[in-house]
């Protein structure tokens, strides 16, 4: 009877802490999930990230909220992403972007002269420049992250498409980005095939109070060949930042059949005078001008502000166009 008793207290014994080690087992689990759930919300909101980019490295902000930008291609990019910036040169600023210009935004000076009180005043989150202000980089890294976003013409499409899918990240527009993307690729895939069919030859110019500078493959406007497939008139033009002086009598030798001609003086606030400069005889014995391919591209894209999402897309748009 007494082993039966016995038998009987160690079985509900036992019973009972099964009963209390399940009990903390699950509390255990439930809390192990609970901080595996805090640590995957924690890996989701990335709150920095490195950008590499021609003068070093920088540790970004996600989502910066006050952002200053000093190249007019990366401010194209942005509005067209619907990213607000705080400050901007708005000396200049290209015509289609004229709402920057507004007093809701900063003037932080001009492109070659930044207001650095201003900008130190702002306090910003992310300053944004290209070649005008490289020299300055370290002097605004001072003052908030700094990153590089000039396009490198040798090899337009890839900085392009690189600085664009940057900025994405940055502002968490990965998505829009690539949506945008694909149309400017699709775009510039027909633009490629018509120009190469057509096999005819292109010279490009900018006009400057009455002189003339051209431009070839690898240029800040090479674009023109390399990307879109306009075969050049000249393949031993210089690279140059200025472009290559030139002669109208250079313009009748090298006969072009097509004259992509961009007027410095309309950009930068002066009289429009490139017709006036390039229409001439000389240039009216050349084919471009016998057919009619003389081609005005709007200085708003093609001198300020290159390299953006909208003005590439223009860009596409003015060759096709003119290509007939």
Known sequence: MKKMMLFVL?????????????????????????????????????KEITVTHQ????????????????????????????????????????????????????????????DFEKISEIAPDLIIISGRQQAL?????????????????????????????QLGEIFGKEKEVETE?????????????????????GLIVLANEGNISAYGAGSRFGIIHDVFGVKPADEKIEVSTHGMNVSFEYIAEKNPDY????????????????????????????NAFKDDNIVYLDPNYWYLSGGGLISVSEMVKEIEAGLK
Not at 17 to 30: H, L, P
Not at 140 to 165: H, R
């Open 10 to 46: 160690l079985l509900t014994f036992t019973m009972i802490m099964a009963a209390c080690g399940s009990s903390t087992t699950k509390n255990t689990t439930e809390t192990a999930s609970a901080t595996a759930s805090g640590d995957e919300t924690k890996t989701e909101e990335v």
């Open 55 to 114: 003068l070093g490295e920088t540790t970004v902000k996600k989502n910066p909220e006050k952002v200053v930008v000093f190249d007019f291609g990366v401010l194209d990019t942005l509005d067209k992403l619907g990213v607000e910036v705080t400050g901007v040169p708005q000396a200049n600023i290209p015509q289609y972007l004229s709402k920057f210009t507004e007093s809701t935004y900063e003037n932080v000076g001009s492109l070659k002269e930044p």
């Open 137 to 165: 980089y370290e002097d605004l890294q001072e003052i908030a992250p700094t990153i590089f976003m000039g396009v490198d013409t040798s090899k337009y499409m890839e900085s392009f498409t690189a600085n664009s899918k």
């Open 181 to 201: 993307l694909a149309k400017v690729e699709k775009s510039i895939k027909a633009l490629n095939e018509k120009a190469t069919n057509d096999g005819k030859t």
């Open 259 to 286: 004259l992509f001609v961009i007027d410095r003086s309309a950009a930068v606030g002066g009289q429009s005078s490139a017709k006036q400069t390039i229409d001439n005889d000389l240039v009216k014995g050349t």
